[in-house]
C-alpha cells in the first residue's frame, strides 16, 4: 500500500524470487559445507601425501570461489533488489528490525571473502599450517553468517514473542531457530558432496578419482540422511498454526511433501550409487544430475517452508501481499484504492462502469500479482478462477483467509472487491454471468367441483415449498422426492374427516419425467392425513418445468371418484453450482452437469483430503447424516444441512438473500403471500450465517465446532441451535394468537419438532391441517402463479386462503360466524 507496484503478468507470481532465491541459498549452503569440505580434503592430501588429490582440492578451490563469490554474491544482491520491488513492506520490517543482525552477516561475509581469497592465492606462498588455519577462519566466518541469517529467515515463519514484544532477540532466537540452524547445517554438508560430485569426476587418477568420489558420496550421503531426521525436529518446533497447515491442513504442502521425498531418495540412490557401485565411472553429465536432485531437495524444502508460512511473509503480522495484518479492517473501511499511496489518479474519485475494470486490473497488481501470473508458470490465476462467473469469483473473495486460510483475505470496500472480480471473471478469463431463467408455469385443466351438489372436498398441498435436487450419474446431493399430503372432507355442517373405506392415488401431469408418476397415498393415523412419497423431475418433454401438476383423487370401495384435487408440486434442479464450479446447466436451463460436479468433487477432495473424484458414484448421505433421506451418515462429520449451509456460509456472508440463498437455491423458491409483501428468506430463517451458525451449533459432530469457530468467529452464544428439516421458523412467532403479523423476524425461534412445522401441524381442533387451507410452504396463498393457486381456485374460484372471504361452505356447507379452527380468521 505504501509503495509502488512491479506490474508483471507472466512472470508474476513469485516467480522471479523462487528462481533467483532457490539457485542463490542451494550455492549459499555449498558455501558453507564446501568450506569444510575444502579443509578437511587439503588435510587429507596432506596426511597421506597424496599429490593428486591436493591437486583436486586446489582445482575444486578454483570452483568453489567462481561459484560462490561470483554467482552467489551476484545472486544475493539479486534477491535484494528482486524482495524490495516484490515485498517492500516485508523487506522494510527486516531491514529496520534487524539492522544490527544485517550489519554483523555483512561483516561475516565480508570475512569470507577476504579469508577466501587468500585460501585460493596463496596455495604456493604460504605454509600448510597457515593456510589451512585460512581454510578454518573461512568456514567459521561461513557458518557464522549462516547462523546470523537463519534467526531472520526464521523469523518470517515463526516470529514467536516478537509479535507482542518487537524485541530484537525474541524475532531472532524464535521458537524454530535452533531445530533449522542444524537442519541448514547438516544441508550445508550435504551440498558439500554434491557439489564434490562435480569435479571429482575430472580426476586423471584412478584411484585418487574413486577416493574422493566415495568421501562426496559419504557427505552426501550422511548428510542427506541427517538433515532428513533434523527435519523432524524442525517440523516438531512449528507452532501450532504453521504445524497444523504443514501437517496436513493444504493440500499444495502435501504436493510439496511428495516432491521433497522423491528428490530425497533420488539424491540418496545417486550418492549410494557412486560410492558403492560405480565410483569410477562416474561421468561428469551423471554427477550433474544428481546434483539437480539436490537442487530438487532443498526446492521442495523451500516451497514447503513456504506453504507453511502462508498466507503470510512474516507470520501473523504481514501478508503475503505486502499488507500488514493490522491495516486490514483500515482498508476494508476506506477502501484499497484510496489507500494505496499509488493509486491511478482516474481511480481515486470512486469506480464507476467506465472504469471498473482498469480498478480490478489495479487491484489485482495490489492484492493478488505477488503470488499470482497472468498466463504464467507460477500460480496461474486463470487455471485456478476459470470456474467462477464473476458473482462467484466474488463470493471467492469474500471468503478468502477463512475457511482455506492459504490466502490472505481481500482488502478493500464492496465494490472494490466485484471490480477485481469481474475483472478476473471476464477481463481475464471471458466468463460472463448467466441467468437461470424460470419458465412461465404454463396453462392447466382445473380438477372438477360443484360446490352445490358436490358430497366431498378433497384437499391437498405438497410438504416443502420447493424440493430441490441435485444428481448426476455420478454424484448424489438430494435425489429427485417430493411428498404430497391430502386430506378428504365430507361436506356437512359439521364436516368430517373421512380415512376408512376410501382409496387416495396420485398421477403426475402428463410428460413429468420420473421415477413413480402414478400411485397411492397412505393413511397416517399419527397425523391424521394421506401421505405419499414420489420422485418428479422438473422436465417435461425436455423442457425445464419446476411446477409439475399432481392430480390426487378419492375413490370409494367401488371406485367411484369421491373427489379429485390438482396441486402444484414444486421440485427444481435448478442450483446455481455452476457460478463456483464451472460447467454449464445440464440440459433445458437446469441440472448440474458432469463438469460441475467434477469440480464438485475435486473441491472436496482438496479441502478436506477425501478421494472422491476417483469413486464411481457418490452420494453425500453416505457419510453426511440428513433427515430427508433418512440417512444416519457418520457420527464424527456435521449433518449434510450443517456442512452444507456451513462451507458456504463463508463465501456468502454479508449478502442479501437474493445473492445468498437463492444463489444456490432455485430462482422461484419464494412464490407465496410473503414474497409479495416483500419478505425474503432472511425474514424467517435468518441471515446466510445464521442460518449456518444455528444448524452446526445443533450439531454434535465434532467437525462442526470447528467450522462454527469460521462461520462465526465473534462467538454463537446467541444463536439458538436447530436440527435440519424439523426445526423451522414458527409461523406464530410473527403471528401472534394467528392475528396480523407483528415482526417481520422469525429467524432464532424454531418448532420443537417435526410435528409442529406448518406443513404437519393441525388446527385448534387437532383435525384440518394448517396447509389444507393456507397451502403448501414458501407458496401460501394466494400465490403468485396459476399453479400454485389450483386448489382455491378450483374450490372457490379465487386465490385465497380456503374458507376466507365468506367461502366457509367449501366444507361447512352453511357460512359460519364463529372461527373455528383458530383464532383470528378471516370469515368475511
Given at each position: 500500500?505504501?509503495?509502488?507496484?512491479?506490474?508483471?503478468?507472466?512472470?508474476?507470481?513469485?516467480?522471479?524470487?523462487?528462481?533467483?532465491?532457490?539457485?542463490?541459498?542451494?550455492?549459499?549452503?555449498?558455501?558453507?559445507?564446501?568450506?569444510?569440505?575444502?579443509?578437511?580434503?587439503?588435510?587429507?592430501?596432506?596426511?597421506?601425501?597424496?599429490?593428486?588429490?591436493?591437486?583436486?582440492?586446489?582445482?575444486?578451490?578454483?570452483?568453489?570461489?567462481?561459484?560462490?563469490?561470483?554467482?552467489?554474491?551476484?545472486?544475493?544482491?539479486?534477491?535484494?533488489?528482486?524482495?524490495?520491488?516484490?515485498?517492500?513492506?516485508?523487506?522494510?520490517?527486516?531491514?529496520?528490525?534487524?539492522?544490527?543482525?544485517?550489519?554483523?552477516?555483512?561483516?561475516?561475509?565480508?570475512?569470507?571473502?577476504?579469508?577466501?581469497?587468500?585460501?585460493?592465492?596463496?596455495?604456493?606462498?604460504?605454509?600448510?599450517?597457515?593456510?589451512?588455519?585460512?581454510?578454518?577462519?573461512?568456514?567459521?566466518?561461513?557458518?557464522?553468517?549462516?547462523?546470523?541469517?537463519?534467526?531472520?529467515?526464521?523469523?518470517?515463519?515463526?516470529?514467536?514473542?516478537?509479535?507482542?514484544?518487537?524485541?530484537?532477540?525474541?524475532?531472532?532466537?524464535?521458537?524454530?531457530?535452533?531445530?533449522?540452524?542444524?537442519?541448514?547445517?547438516?544441508?550445508?554438508?550435504?551440498?558439500?558432496?554434491?557439489?564434490?560430485?562435480?569435479?571429482?569426476?575430472?580426476?586423471?587418477?584412478?584411484?585418487?578419482?574413486?577416493?574422493?568420489?566415495?568421501?562426496?558420496?559419504?557427505?552426501?550421503?550422511?548428510?542427506?540422511?541427517?538433515?532428513?531426521?533434523?527435519?523432524?525436529?524442525?517440523?516438531?518446533?512449528?507452532?501450532?498454526?504453521?504445524?497444523?497447515?504443514?501437517?496436513?491442513?493444504?493440500?499444495?504442502?502435501?504436493?510439496?511433501?511428495?516432491?521433497?521425498?522423491?528428490?530425497?531418495?533420488?539424491?540418496?540412490?545417486?550418492?549410494?550409487?557412486?560410492?558403492?557401485?560405480?565410483?569410477?565411472?562416474?561421468?561428469?553429465?551423471?554427477?550433474?544430475?544428481?546434483?539437480?536432485?539436490?537442487?530438487?531437495?532443498?526446492?521442495?524444502?523451500?516451497?514447503?517452508?513456504?506453504?507453511?508460512?502462508?498466507?503470510?511473509?512474516?507470520?501473523?503480522?504481514?501478508?503475503?501481499?505486502?499488507?500488514?495484518?493490522?491495516?486490514?479492517?483500515?482498508?476494508?473501511?476506506?477502501?484499497?484504492?484510496?489507500?494505496?499511496?499509488?493509486?491511478?489518479?482516474?481511480?481515486?474519485?470512486?469506480?464507476?462502469?467506465?472504469?471498473?475494470?482498469?480498478?480490478?486490473?489495479?487491484?489485482?497488481?495490489?492484492?493478488?500479482?505477488?503470488?499470482h501470473s497472468i498466463g504464467g508458470p507460477m500460480n496461474e490465476i486463470g487455471k485456478r478462477t476459470k470456474m467462477y462467473?464473476?458473482?462467484?469469483?466474488?463470493?471467492?473473495?469474500?471468503?478468502?483467509?477463512k475457511l482455506n486460510r492459504y490466502m490472505p483475505p481481500f482488502a478493500g470496500d464492496d465494490a472494490e472487491k466485484h471490480?477485481?472480480?469481474?475483472?478476473?471473471?471476464?477481463?481475464?478469463?471471458?466468463?460472463?454471468?448467466?441467468?437461470?431463467?424460470?419458465?412461465?408455469?404454463?396453462?392447466?385443466?382445473?380438477?372438477?367441483?360443484?360446490?352445490?351438489?358436490?358430497?366431498?372436498?378433497?384437499?391437498?398441498?405438497?410438504?416443502?415449498?420447493?424440493?430441490?435436487?441435485?444428481?448426476?450419474?455420478?454424484?448424489?446431493?438430494?435425489?429427485?422426492?417430493?411428498?404430497?399430503?391430502?386430506?378428504?372432507?365430507?361436506?356437512?355442517?359439521?364436516?368430517?374427516?373421512?380415512?376408512?373405506?376410501?382409496?387416495?392415488?396420485?398421477?403426475?401431469?402428463?410428460?413429468?419425467?420420473?421415477?413413480?408418476?402414478?400411485?397411492?397415498?397412505?393413511?397416517?393415523?399419527?397425523?391424521?392425513?394421506?401421505?405419499?412419497?414420489?420422485?418428479?423431475?422438473?422436465?417435461?418433454?425436455?423442457?425445464?418445468?419446476?411446477?409439475?401438476?399432481?392430480?390426487?383423487?378419492?375413490?370409494?370401495?367401488?371406485?367411484?371418484?369421491?373427489?379429485?384435487?390438482?396441486?402444484?408440486?414444486?421440485?427444481?434442479?435448478?442450483?446455481?453450482?455452476?457460478?463456483?464450479?464451472?460447467?454449464?446447466?445440464?440440459?433445458?436451463?437446469?441440472?448440474?452437469?458432469?463438469?460441475?460436479?467434477?469440480?464438485?468433487?475435486?473441491?472436496?477432495?482438496?479441502?478436506?483430503?477425501?478421494?472422491?473424484?476417483?469413486?464411481?458414484?457418490?452420494?453425500?448421505?453416505?457419510?453426511?447424516?440428513?433427515?430427508?433421506?433418512?440417512?444416519?451418515?457418520?457420527?464424527?462429520?456435521?449433518?449434510?444441512?450443517?456442512?452444507?449451509?456451513?462451507?458456504?456460509?463463508?463465501?456468502?456472508?454479508?449478502?442479501?438473500?437474493?445473492?445468498?440463498?437463492?444463489?444456490?437455491?432455485?430462482?422461484?423458491?419464494?412464490?407465496?403471500?410473503?414474497?409479495?409483501?416483500?419478505?425474503?428468506?432472511?425474514?424467517?430463517?435468518?441471515?446466510?450465517?445464521?442460518?449456518?451458525?444455528?444448524?452446526?451449533?445443533?450439531?454434535?459432530?465434532?467437525?462442526?465446532?470447528?467450522?462454527?469457530?469460521?462461520?462465526?468467529?465473534?462467538?454463537?452464544?446467541?444463536?439458538?441451535?436447530?436440527?435440519?428439516?424439523?426445526?423451522?421458523?414458527?409461523?406464530?412467532?410473527?403471528?401472534?394468537?394467528?392475528?396480523?403479523?407483528?415482526?417481520?423476524?422469525?429467524?432464532?425461534?424454531?418448532?420443537?419438532?417435526?410435528?409442529?412445522?406448518?406443513?404437519?401441524?393441525?388446527?385448534?381442533?387437532?383435525?384440518?391441517?394448517?396447509?389444507?387451507?393456507?397451502?403448501?410452504?414458501?407458496?401460501?396463498?394466494?400465490?403468485?402463479?396459476?399453479?400454485?393457486?389450483?386448489?382455491?381456485?378450483?374450490?372457490?374460484?379465487?386465490?385465497?386462503?380456503?374458507?376466507?372471504?365468506?367461502?366457509?361452505?367449501?366444507?361447512?356447507?352453511?357460512?359460519?360466524?364463529?372461527?373455528?379452527?383458530?383464532?383470528?380468521?378471516?370469515?368475511?
Amino acid at each position: 500500500m505504501e509503495y509502488p507496484i512491479w506490474q508483471l503478468t507472466t512472470l508474476g507470481g513469485g516467480f522471479w524470487i523462487a528462481l533467483i532465491a532457490t539457485l542463490h541459498v542451494y550455492v549459499a549452503h555449498f558455501a558453507v559445507g564446501g568450506g569444510l569440505f575444502l579443509v578437511l580434503s587439503e588435510r587429507a592430501a596432506y596426511r597421506t601425501n597424496n599429490i593428486d588429490l591436493l591437486n583436486y582440492t586446489r582445482k575444486h578451490s578454483r570452483f568453489f570461489l567462481l561459484l560462490t563469490m561470483a554467482f552467489g554474491a551476484v545472486s544475493g544482491v539479486a534477491i535484494w533488489f528482486t524482495i524490495a520491488l516484490l515485498a517492500p513492506e516485508a523487506t522494510i520490517t527486516l531491514i529496520h528490525q534487524f539492522v544490527f543482525g544485517w550489519a554483523a552477516e555483512w561483516v561475516c561475509f565480508l570475512g569470507e571473502i577476504v579469508a577466501l581469497l587468500i585460501y585460493y592465492y596463496t596455495w604456493d606462498t604460504m605454509d600448510r599450517r597457515d593456510h589451512m588455519t585460512v581454510g578454518w577462519l573461512y568456514f567459521l566466518f561461513g557458518w557464522l553468517s549462516l547462523f546470523l541469517i537463519n534467526g531472520i529467515i526464521g523469523f518470517m515463519l515463526t516470529p514467536g514473542d516478537w509479535i507482542r514484544t518487537k524485541d530484537f532477540w525474541d524475532g531472532f532466537f524464535n521458537p524454530t531457530f535452533w531445530p533449522q540452524l542444524v537442519f541448514r547445517t547438516l544441508f550445508s554438508a550435504a551440498c558439500a558432496g554434491l557439489f564434490g560430485f562435480v569435479t571429482a569426476t575430472r580426476i586423471a587418477d584412478d584411484a585418487t578419482r574413486v577416493r574422493a568420489v566415495r568421501a562426496c558420496a559419504l557427505w552426501t550421503v550422511l548428510g542427506v540422511l541427517a538433515t532428513i531426521a533434523s527435519g523432524w525436529w524442525y517440523v516438531a518446533a512449528l507452532p501450532d498454526a504453521q504445524h497444523q497447515l504443514f501437517a496436513g491442513g493444504s493440500h499444495r504442502v502435501a504436493g510439496f511433501l511428495q516432491w521433497f521425498w522423491l528428490f530425497g531418495i533420488l539424491t540418496l540412490i545417486g550418492g549410494l550409487g557412486f560410492g558403492l557401485k560405480m565410483p569410477k565411472n562416474v561421468s561428469f553429465p551423471l554427477a550433474l544430475v544428481v546434483l539437480a536432485a539436490g537442487l530438487g531437495l532443498f526446492g521442495s524444502f523451500e516451497f514447503l517452508r513456504e506453504a507453511a508460512r502462508k498466507p503470510y511473509l512474516i507470520w501473523d503480522y504481514t501478508y503475503s501481499n505486502s499488507i500488514q495484518k493490522a491495516m486490514i479492517p483500515v482498508i476494508d473501511q476506506n477502501g484499497a484504492l484510496a489507500s494505496a499511496k499509488w493509486t491511478p489518479p482516474g481511480l481515486r474519485d470512486g469506480i464507476t462502469d467506465e472504469n471498473r475494470m482498469e480498478a480490478g486490473r489495479f487491484l489485482f497488481q495490489l492484492e493478488c500479482a505477488a503470488c499470482h501470473s497472468i498466463g504464467g508458470p507460477m500460480n496461474e490465476i486463470g487455471k485456478r478462477t476459470k470456474m467462477y462467473d464473476a458473482d462467484g469469483l466474488e463470493a471467492l473473495l469474500t471468503g478468502l483467509g477463512k475457511l482455506n486460510r492459504y490466502m490472505p483475505p481481500f482488502a478493500g470496500d464492496d465494490a472494490e472487491k466485484h471490480a477485481l472480480a469481474v475483472y478476473i471473471a471476464e477481463g481475464l478469463n471471458g466468463r460472463k454471468a448467466t441467468t437461470a431463467d424460470v419458465p412461465e408455469p404454463g396453462v392447466f385443466d382445473p380438477a372438477p367441483f360443484n360446490a352445490e351438489s358436490d358430497e366431498y372436498a378433497l384437499v391437498a398441498w405438497a410438504a416443502s415449498g420447493m424440493q430441490f435436487y441435485a444428481a448426476s450419474g455420478k454424484w448424489t446431493l438430494l435425489p429427485p422426492q417430493a411428498v404430497i399430503r391430502a386430506q378428504l372432507v365430507k361436506r356437512d355442517s359439521l364436516p368430517e374427516l373421512v380415512n376408512a373405506g376410501v382409496t387416495l392415488s396420485y398421477e403426475l401431469e402428463p410428460g413429468t419425467e420420473g421415477d413413480s408418476p402414478t400411485g397411492k397415498l397412505a393413511w397416517r393415523e399419527d397425523a391424521g392425513r394421506f401421505e405419499a412419497r414420489l420422485a418428479p423431475q422438473a422436465c417435461q418433454a425436455g423442457e425445464f418445468q419446476p411446477l409439475p401438476m399432481v392430480t390426487v383423487t378419492a375413490r370409494d370401495d367401488q371406485d367411484t371418484v369421491l373427489a379429485t384435487a390438482r396441486v402444484a408440486l414444486p421440485v427444481s434442479n435448478q442450483l446455481a453450482c455452476r457460478s463456483c464450479h464451472g460447467g454449464e446447466w445440464a440440459r433445458a436451463g437446469s441440472g448440474v452437469s458432469d463438469a460441475t460436479v467434477a469440480e464438485i468433487l475435486a473441491t472436496h477432495d482438496r479441502m478436506n483430503r477425501t478421494d472422491l473424484a476417483s469413486r464411481a458414484s457418490v452420494a453425500c448421505a453416505d457419510c453426511h447424516a440428513d433427515a430427508a433421506q433418512d440417512a444416519a451418515g457418520l457420527p464424527q462429520l456435521p449433518s449434510l444441512s450443517a456442512a452444507i449451509h456451513g462451507a458456504h456460509a463463508v463465501y456468502l456472508a454479508g449478502r442479501d438473500a437474493d445473492r445468498s440463498c437463492l444463489a444456490c437455491h432455485p430462482k422461484n423458491t419464494l412464490r407465496g403471500r410473503h414474497d409479495e409483501a416483500g419478505l425474503t428468506c432472511v425474514n424467517c430463517h435468518g441471515s446466510m450465517t445464521g442460518v449456518a451458525s444455528a444448524l452446526l451449533k445443533g450439531d454434535g459432530a465434532p467437525g462442526s465446532a470447528a467450522l462454527l469457530a469460521v462461520v462465526a468467529p465473534s462467538g454463537a452464544d446467541k444463536v439458538a441451535p436447530r436440527q435440519p428439516w424439523t426445526m423451522e421458523p414458527d409461523c406464530l412467532t410473527c403471528h401472534e394468537e394467528f392475528g396480523a403479523p407483528g415482526s417481520d423476524d422469525a429467524s432464532g425461534r424454531w418448532t420443537k419438532d417435526a410435528a409442529g412445522l406448518f406443513s404437519s401441524r393441525r388446527d385448534d381442533l387437532g383435525a384440518v391441517a394448517c396447509a389444507a387451507c393456507h397451502g403448501s410452504p414458501h407458496a401460501v396463498h394466494p400465490a403468485a402463479n396459476d399453479r400454485d393457486n389450483a386448489l382455491p381456485m378450483q374450490l372457490m374460484g379465487e386465490a385465497a386462503t380456503l374458507g376466507a372471504n365468506g367461502h366457509c361452505p367449501v366444507c361447512h356447507v352453511d357460512a359460519m360466524d364463529d372461527p373455528a379452527h383458530h383464532a383470528g380468521m378471516g370469515l368475511n
